[in-house]
């Protein structure tokens, strides 16, 4: 038999869609305070959000016959035709997030308007509405939403622990605040934010994000037969392991959308390694009509009318903000090839001691950042690198080059154990003459092995060395970044990772394990955040140290940094003491291996 629905079903079947979890609710109401006109906002959350959602508003507030339609589904104050839905200009147009709020929580409005004595309020529980009565209340809106999902049991038992609520809600705010710059927001607590009202977007980022990131903060603007495009980019130096500061808007509404994030990544792609991503905060303004939001009840999908022109715009305008940072470069300390003139090598034809790699046993020894090294170099290591060789793919060597991690290629303490002599080439590679031919080492992706099996070791002997530092490091994260960290403190410290809290977005680093020497310690945090934001659990200690290890590697030896013979020598000791030195610990080979047959081929002294 069909039968008919009762409200009360129909809004918590339509609550399904809107009301995920907590951070839905947030943004819901926060929406609704911005087309209400909010130029500040106070959100107050408990328990994640599982026990309160409390957002208050100076907006133009309810009066009393709008509150008595509040928690009616689709009832909306902002459309009013069919024809309205082709030029949406509000955040919020569908009228059935309050009602699918109310239908799975106990929530109560209360609102007054600007020259009104009084404020009125207004509840609901499981979707039954309570009158419409007199209260005490400023000008503006406030909505409570208690006891998410008190009435279905089966979804509350699927929410994640407070602290994961907390931070989803953090994600959806800062969106929200980089979307509006202007708009104020106060989320109290005991790490609380606070952003004042009235900022343009450099600040708002810089406030959320730290000064380090808006100095590398690259202007874009471009405007092309009514669209608009304003914002800014990374540095590539800013990009990422994942794409959680790629931020879009779209007339003041956080969108998503494939096409333009590709036209960004497209713009970047001489610029960038294969795996990292670019950071961007990309506002677009057009006529209503161009995009239609109305794709899904988040109405974060959106479908543009010239999507052609558009990721066109967008590659160009993002190309034009790079082109500009390397036009600022040039003519700073000559050319290249001038510069490589200036600097004579330090290395002739170094001839290794005999028994260098006799002994066996793990890395030993505390070759970190070496105390020789000059650091006049480049930029590769974890954040410029090419992405390793997979399965039988040779590395860059050219036909005849063994990748010394293949089942058949030699071994790289066997081919270590037999090196002579060996030269510096461009501060980068190590060429060895070996017993039969001659290898060329990665000195960055060997040392990135060392670090790796020294820093494993040491964690499971359970007694990491700690480097402490003297001042300690400051860095600003966003609060879900910050918030993640700290949830995961205990297992850094058994890491060699110290962290604290000092307030607001900041992070305090107080050590970190001693083989790394010199690490950059807000990009080392920064890496670790991000690498965390992947996982849906808090993880096993295991998890977090491999991710805490990849993003460690950084302090290896990078391209462009000179080392004395004797480093150069420790470091070949080490590197044929590890357990697996054909390989960093991202898969790239250390050593690719030229036999004499190979060399005797290439110059047709064989056939």
Same mark, same amino acid.
């Given at each position: ?91 919020? $147009? ?187 905060? /990309? ?65 002739? $034809? ?184 992947? /996982? ?55 050593? /690719? ?15």
């Amino acid at each position: 038999m069909i039968r008919v629905l009762s409200p009360e079903v129909v809004n918590q079947i339509a609550a399904g869609e809107v009301v995920e979890r907590p951070f839905s609710v947030v943004k819901e109401l926060v929406e609704n305070a911005l087309d209400a006109g909010a130029e500040r906002l106070v959100v107050e959350l408990e328990e994640g959000g599982k026990r309160l959602i409390r957002v208050r508003d100076d907006g133009r507030g309810m009066p009393p016959p709008d509150l008595e339609l509040a928690f009616v589904s689709h009832a909306t104050s902002k459309l009013s035709s069919l024809e309205d839905l082709d030029a949406i200009v509000s955040l919020g $147009f569908r009228g059935e997030a309050l009602a699918s709020i109310g239908s799975v929580s106990r929530a109560r409005i209360l609102s007054r308007t600007e020259g009104s004595e009084e404020a009125h309020e207004v509840r609901v529980e499981g979707g039954r509405v309570s009158p419409v009565v007199p209260a005490a209340g400023p000008r503006g809106t406030t909505v409570e939403v208690r006891d998410l999902f008190f009435n279905t049991p089966a979804r509350r038992r699927f929410l994640r622990t407070a602290q994961a609520e907390r931070t989803r809600c953090f994600e959806v705010l800062t969106r929200l605040a980089l979307a509006n710059p202007s708009l104020g927001l106060e989320v109290p607590g005991s790490r609380p934010v606070l952003l004042p009202p009235g900022q343009e977007l450099e600040a708002r980022i810089a406030g959320l994000f730290g000064e380090e990131l808006r100095a590398k903060l690259l202007p874009v603007e471009a405007e092309r037969e009514g669209i608009e495009i304003l914002g800014f980019v990374g540095d590539p130096d800013t990009a990422r392991r994942d794409r959680g500061r790629q931020f879009l808007f779209l007339n003041g509404r956080p969108i998503q959308d494939r096409s333009l994030a590709h036209a960004v990544q497209e713009a970047f792609r001489e610029y960038l390694m294969q795996g990292r991503h670019p950071v961007y905060f /990309l506002h677009l303004s057009m006529d209503p009509r161009e995009a239609d939001v109305n794709v899904h009840p988040t109405k974060s999908e959106v479908r543009f009318r010239r999507s052609r022109l558009l990721w066109s715009l967008c590659r160009r305008a993002v190309l034009e903000a790079l082109e500009g940072r390397r036009r600022r470069f040039e003519g700073l300390g000559g050319t290249v090839a001038g510069r490589a003139a200036e600097t004579a090598p330090t290395t002739g $034809f170094p001839v290794l001691p005999k028994g260098l790699f006799g002994d066996e046993g793990g890395p030993g020894g505390d070759f970190g950042v070496p105390p020789g090294r000059t650091g006049k170099g480049g930029k590769e290591g974890a954040a410029g690198r090419r992405p390793p060789a997979r399965g039988g793919e040779r590395g860059d060597g050219g036909e005849g080059a063994e990748r010394s991690g293949g089942p058949e290629a030699s071994k790289v303490r066997s081919l270590l154990e037999g090196a002579r002599r060996f030269l510096v080439l461009h501060d980068c590679y190590l060429l060895l003459e070996t017993g039969d031919g001659f290898a060329v080492v990665d000195q960055h992706a060997l040392h990135e092995r060392v670090i790796y099996e020294k820093l494993l070791d040491r964690h499971l002997e359970g007694e990491p060395k700690v480097q402490r530092l003297l001042l300690p490091a400051v860095c600003d994260l966003p609060p879900g970044e910050k918030e993640r960290l700290l949830a995961h403190r205990k297992t850094l410290e058994a890491a060699g990772l110290l962290i604290e809290d000092f307030g607001g977005n900041a992070v305090k680093l107080e050590g970190y394990p001693a083989c790394l020497r010199k690490v950059d310690p807000r990009r080392l945090l920064e890496d670790l955040g991000s690498e965390l934001a992947g /996982l849906s659990s808090r993880p096993a200690p295991e998890v977090v140290l491999e991710r805490f290890h990849s993003a460690a590697c950084r302090s290896a030896v990078m391209s462009g940094d000179r080392l004395t013979d004797e480093e150069i020598v420790e470091l070949l000791e080490q590197a044929a003491r590890c357990r697996h030195p054909d390989n960093c610990p991202h898969g790239r080979p250390t050593v /690719l291996n030229f036999g004499r047959a190979q060399l005797e081929r290439w110059f047709r002294r064989r056939v």
